[in-house]
């Protein structure tokens, strides 16, 4: 018998009967954390692979391409950190490819026998690879669809081999320029299928992937010159496992100033006994220079017991 700690688990295999990898609900990017993960409708940018793939069609950039960096549960794992890298490529105004990868440490854990000798350290790791293809259809709407490799690798806990699994991401996004208190303003629209695919094997139990169904909208205000106002609402139903089916949610918003400067604040709920966290607040801020970004979070959980209070998500990008 072993004993890994309940918090290198969460991330490991799950927090709830039947689920596993749940590392692919973790927002990717400092500013959706921001807006209380309100991803889904945000105007384009590199992490459309994880949020919208359609969203890319619609870029006004070349190409996009950033890097997000997080050290998880800082408090309770040494070692454990979260490396994203996003992009897309525009290949035409109606055509776009997304590609990402994620990797996850959960950091280094002592295993004891049951009668508490050490049986060694692992290392478990997992990671995703992705790529995709969007479409503008009609004016202002766009489609598109993601496949992802996913590996899984518990540090040959009792002997368990890395696992594997397949899935595939289906979005859609819709924009729309509009006239709203006598100035310019952006309404968009997005519906996502995220992460539907095989099961994944450790040993010989099979676990169902977080397959979720994701509907989120965004508004973006221009008051006054150099100055913008963009709300952002999520609603998100995790489909599988079947036995931890539940809604989630999030909304944001976001001044920006001369298109430089950007404050941001949001509030995300989840279901504290199926997520992988609970209730809490974002802020955020970021800045925009030429062709360079950077964007950072602060998550405070709005109760003590979360692991993952006080975490911190760094992002930077360029775009052409």
């Given amino acids: 018998m072993i004993f890994v700690p309940l918090f290198g688990m969460l991330f490991a295999a799950g927090n709830s009967q039947g689920q596993s990898v749940a590392f692919l609900e973790v927002t990717p990017d400092a500013r959706a954390t921001a807006l209380g993960d309100a ?110 490799y996913i590996r899984s690798d518990l540090g040959s806990v009792q002997g368990v081999d890395p696992a594997n699994a397949v899935a595939f991401d289906l979005g859609t996004y819709y924009r729309r320029e509009m006239n709203l208190l006598n100035n310019k303003s952006l309404f968009a629209a997005g519906l996502t299928l995220q992460d539907l695919g095989s099961r994944i094997k450790y040993a010989d139990s099979k676990y169902a992937l977080p397959a979720r169904l994701s509907l989120g909208a965004s508004l973006e205000l221009f008051l006054a010159e150099h100055h913008s106002l963009t709300g952002a609402a999520n609603v998100v139903w995790r489909v599988t496992p079947s036995d931890s089916r539940t809604y989630s949610g999030g909304v944001g918003l976001e001044y920006g100033l001369y298109g430089i400067g950007f404050f941001r604040a949001g509030y995300r709920w989840n279901d504290i006994e199926k997520s992988a966290g609970g209730d809490y607040v974002s802020l955020g801020l970021g800045v925009k220079y030429w062709h360079l970004f950077a964007d950072a979070s602060w998550r405070l959980a709005t109760e003590d017991y979360d692991a993952l209070d006080k975490t911190f998500t760094f992002s930077v990008g360029v775009n052409f």
Avoid: C
């Fill in 39 to 148: 991803g889904t409708a945000l105007s384009p940018d590199a992490w459309s692979v994880y949020w919208n793939v359609a969203k890319a069609a619609a870029s006004e950039s070349q190409t996009e391409i950033a890097y997000s960096f997080t050290p998880w549960m800082k408090d309770y794992l040494s070692g454990s950190r979260f490396h994203r890298i996003g992009g897309f490529w525009r290949l035409s105004d109606k055509d776009a490819i997304v590609a990402g990868f994620r990797h996850f440490a959960n950091g280094e854990f002592e295993l004891t026998d049951e009668n508490g000798v050490s049986d060694g350290k692992v290392n478990p790791y997992e990671y995703t690879l992705e790529a995709g293809y969007a479409r503008t259809l009609f004016k202002g709407f766009s489609a598109g669809a993601t496949l992802r």
